[in-house]
């Protein structure tokens, strides 16, 4: 963090990975990091941090590496950079004090989950009547009947603004932080489109080293099914608030509606890609993972099933009694996700594709 | 599994490349093979797993080298750094045949960089290896085990019962316990003898104890030495070693590529007495590396200091350890351990016989000294500008010349001459028979390559009849 006098043990662990590796420079073939590492003769914790948040966890330095554990030098790239890029989230968290949220991120995501779930639950049974929470509803504005729009609209719009705030701070700060200049467009729309591809995640090649030593692509189309399905729900969102203020189109909409298309594809979507991802996750080679880390990516991935899994049953079931409280349950865990947002494995999305944007810029 | 109460068709000793081309192509060929790798698992792959490369003769660009490079030129580099020490139709036919190499590894899994993206100008020459040798072997061992190659770690071969050129059985420790296994055939592809320090002493006395050995502490030579003591032909001076300079920092073994300094021609190399003793500009870097391990093995104490100032720290890669930094050249004499003086005064005289003249990092230039002796004929500019650097340099092993000698069918040859009936050789165990000193970039993964395939074809053949 920056307020401390010494640098931490993961930026250590990181400095002597790097001043290692770039006497060594093997790997060069693999990703963005390594022609990244090699315009660099000394390593600023700026350059750490944003080699590690350039660095896509694929693991083909791991099982490359002539100086892995048990090699006395202990070279892994992955562990270390894993380990430093949750720092970096700490260090430019904002406001400041949130920093704290992810000195133990998987606890700290769980609990908001849980306190978000039970919160929304609780206002809907105390404000509600049961009478009305039990009965089923049908015809536009079903939906408002249990949850007032005003309600639903208001406090979703203030935590996910909040949210954005927070993230564009953040980002912002380690963007400057690690050295970042002026960003042209050409660097910004290679960044995106490498984002938007995984390509440092083996895309284009044979893929990267999860869950093992051998190449898959399984990671990456896992990731992308959970990303473009999470955007696809953000869509139906966007399509369905247009809907209602552009045409006054009021929700529940028609099961072949777009917002219902879209939200239906991007929730079985967003499903695949974190049952899939937990599911690698539990599979993977311990060797090159960052223990400490774990808990935070495996809370994340549960949250974003929960959000698909709720909208889910909330279609399935919003003809019936039970869609009071499915609404209720879908809206917590989706308070939760965008309180969670800048303060989880989530913003990794940001600082990558910040790092990306640099990587392009000094090519 | 292993079975070690089955004859197997094909014994290979060893795990590297050379040994892994032999098993994955006398399988391919139906023999049942075993392999027996003396290093634990983490640690597999001999030399190899340090190496990066493959030179290979192309017509024509292909997917991962560029231009061309043909056979005469091929030979004509071989020929250039052993000096002649060499067999030309044994080398021809590696050379040729390497030509062949790429796609069968490629489709055993191996990945090359593209052509071109290499840092090194050798794209036109050397096929590079995506991520280095250790993910090459890797791949072979992913095929190998795919394919049904039984292999066993941590399996060191002590003894091999050779019988009038026929070798009968092969004894080793599996895991500290002694084993013993039979095949109609034996590969042997266990490299040198650089790591076994006593060995060694035999021919360099004390002074091993100040050799880094750059690769696998595996490779002890005992394959080696039981050929060679029941008759086997051996070929390559048994003194003779490849050697480089490399950081005196560095771990006694497997430090790897990464140890080496490549700051010899901007610097001045003093030795423990803080005078110089060789031109440090003789030639480009590429030309030259391979003599300092040497040069520094025959000063006293095998050590020898590189030191340059601000202006040359830049030109070179970086080193795996920080170089030792000083405001002044005094200090880092004494942070060296040399004595101030001396250091003091043979800089002063290096920096007085210095002539004007136009400098170039990346080729022979016009910066030199007059009336040094010795001179420093490229590169030389004034050590003057703070803050001063400096690195210690120990000689760093990297593979003994004595090897068995072998036919173009990678069939070791007795002593009489006549060819073994059941024993064959490939790689660094064999590769003097091609390589008799100096060294080509990436010819020792071609030799291993070819003759592993060779080896491997013609003891499945023999093992059928």
Known sequence: MADLPLPSEAMADARHNMEICNACRYCEGFCAVFPAMQLKREFSDGDLNYLANLCHGCQGCFYACQYAPPHPWGINVPQAFAALRVESYAEHAWPRPMAKLFERNGTAVSLLTALAVALVLLLAGSLQSPDVMLRAHSGPGAFFAVISYQAMVWSASAVFLFALLAMAMSTTAFWRASGGGTITAKALAHALHDSMTLRNLGGGGDGCNYPGEGFSHQRRWLHHAMAYGFLLCFAATSVATLYHHGLGLVAPYDLLSLPVLLGTVGGILMLIGTAGLLWLKVLADPAPAARAVLGGEYAMLILLAGVAKTGLLLLAFRATPAMGWLLALHLGFVLALFLALPYSKFIHGLFRTAALVRSHQER | ?465
Request: with cysteine; hydrophobic share 40%.
């Open chain 2, 1 to 465: 599994m292993a079975d070690l109460t089955r004859i197997y068709d094909v014994l290979v000793i060893g795990g590297g490349n050379a040994a892994l081309c032999a098993a994955v192509t006398a399988r391919e060929a139906g023999a049942s093979v075993l392999l027996l790798e003396s290093a634990p698992k983490p640690f597999r792959g001999g030399n190899s797993r340090h190496t990066r490369n493959f030179r290979g003769m192309h017509q024509a660009p292909t997917k991962v080298l560029t231009g061309s490079y043909l056979e005469d030129e091929y030979w004509d580099d071989l020929r250039r750094v052993t000096g002649g020490i060499t067999d030309e139709p044994l080398a021809r036919m590696t050379i040729r045949v390497s030509a062949e190499m790429t796609p069968w590894m490629e489709a055993c899994g191996v990945r090359f960089q593209p052509a071109l993206s290499g840092t090194l100008s050798l794209s036109r020459t050397n096929a590079f290896f995506l991520g280095g040798g250790k993910a090459l072997l890797n791949a072979y061992y992913a095929t190998a085990e795919r394919l049904g190659v039984d292999i066993l770690y941590d399996a060191e071969v002590t003894n091999l019962h050779v019988d009038d050129g026929f070798v009968r059985s092969a004894e080793f420790n599996h895991r500290g316990f002694p084993a013993s296994v039979t095949a109609r055939c034996v590969v042997a592809a266990a490299g040198g003898f650089q790591a076994n320090l006593d060995w060694m002493r035999q021919y360099w006395g004390d002074a091993v104890d100040n050799f880094v050995i750059r690769g696998t502490p595996y490779a002890k030579g005992r394959v080696l030495k039981t050929l060679l003591d029941q008759g086997v032909a051996p070929i390559g001076d048994p003194t003779q070693f490849h050697a480089v300079a490399l950081d005196a920092r560095s771990p006694q073994f497997d430090g790897g590529i990464s140890t080496r300094l490549d700051s010899v021609p901007f610097s001045v190399v003093l030795n423990r007495d803080g005078v110089r003793f060789y031109d440090e500009g003789e030639d480009v870097w590429p030309k030259r590396y391979a003599i300092w391990g040497r040069l520094i093995a025959q000063q006293p104490g095998q050590i020898a200091y590189s030191i340059c100032d601000a202006k040359a720290y830049s030109l070179f890669m970086p080193s795996v350890y920080p170089a030792i930094k000083a405001d002044s050249l005094a200090e880092l004499a004494h942070k060296l351990g040399l004595d101030v003086g001396t250091v003091e005064r043979t800089v002063a005289e290096y920096n007085a016989a210095v002539q004007p003249g136009r400098f170039d990092s990346t080729g022979l230039d016009e910066c030199r000294t007059e009336g040094l002796t010795p001179p420093k004929t490229h590169w030389a500019r004034r050590i003057e500008e703070a803050p001063f650097y400096g690195y210690p340099l120990r000689p760093g092993i990297t593979f003994t010349y004595l090897g068995v000698k072998v036919n173009e069918n990678a069939r070791m040859l007795m002593a009489d001459g006549r060819p073994s009936a059941n024993l064959f050789a490939s790689g660094e165990i064999m590769a003097g028979n091609i390589l008799g000193r100096g060294y080509l970039a990436g010819f020792g993964m071609t030799i291993g390559t070819v003759f592993g395939r060779i080896a491997g074809r013609e003891a499945a053949r023999a093992a059928r009849n």
